[in-house]
């Protein structure tokens, strides 16, 4: 795949689907050989829903870039804006939730892609902070992160089914 072909674009109305799956098949593939089959399921089932991930797409806080090579989709980012009184680093500040790639794809500068076009979206958008978590375990994501200029701030508890894990909090300035 040449990353030049890759196209960024905003998800549409009727991406909602597809975005939902791609959500539910990345998430496992990247997390359920540290976790027990119980909190998987228990986590796919009622937090992570394809039901819940469709409804998602309808939220008005948030923003869903699709990395796409024709009609196929390669990777997603989940944008969010910050509510009051969440993790974020303060007001003007702008949620990466997720930002994933397929499997296949993993390694083909999807991510920096992704990342890249996150970031103009929230200069664009007048946020003066970007932020994420990402799962204290992850290094390979958290050196990603430090790469693109992100920081350690803080943490918080991510329930993975019955099992509370540690996500570090990570920002930049814009």
């Not at 795949?1 to 990247?30: G, H, P």
């Not at 978590?133 to 430090?146: D, L, M, P, Q, R």
């Not at 508890?157 to 540690?166: N, S, V, Y």
């Amino acid at each position: 795949m040449n990353q030049q072909e890759l196209v960024v674009r905003i998800a549409k109305a009727e991406d909602a689907i597809q975005i939902a799956d791609l959500s539910r098949q990345t998430f496992y593939e990247s997390f359920h050989a540290f976790n027990t089959k119980e909190n998987m399921d228990k986590f796919m089932n009622e937090q992570f829903s394809r039901e819940k991930l469709i409804g998602e797409f309808y939220d008005p806080k948030n923003t869903f870039l699709l990395a796409c090579l024709g009609d196929e989709i390669f990777g997603y980012t989940k944008l969010r804006v910050s509510d009051e009184g969440s993790d974020s680093p303060g007001p003007g500040s702008l949620e990466i939730v997720r930002i994933y790639a397929v499997r296949e794809a993993i390694g083909q500068g999807i991510g920096s892609l992704l990342m890249r076009e996150a970031i103009d979206l929230a200069r664009k958008k007048k946020f003066s902070v970007i932020w994420l978590g990402v799962w204290e375990h992850n290094t390979k994501a958290i050196s990603f992160y430090e790469k693109w200029g992100f920081k350690r701030y803080g943490q918080h508890i991510f329930m993975l089914g019955d099992d509370p894990q540690t996500d570090f909090l990570m920002a930049r300035d814009l």
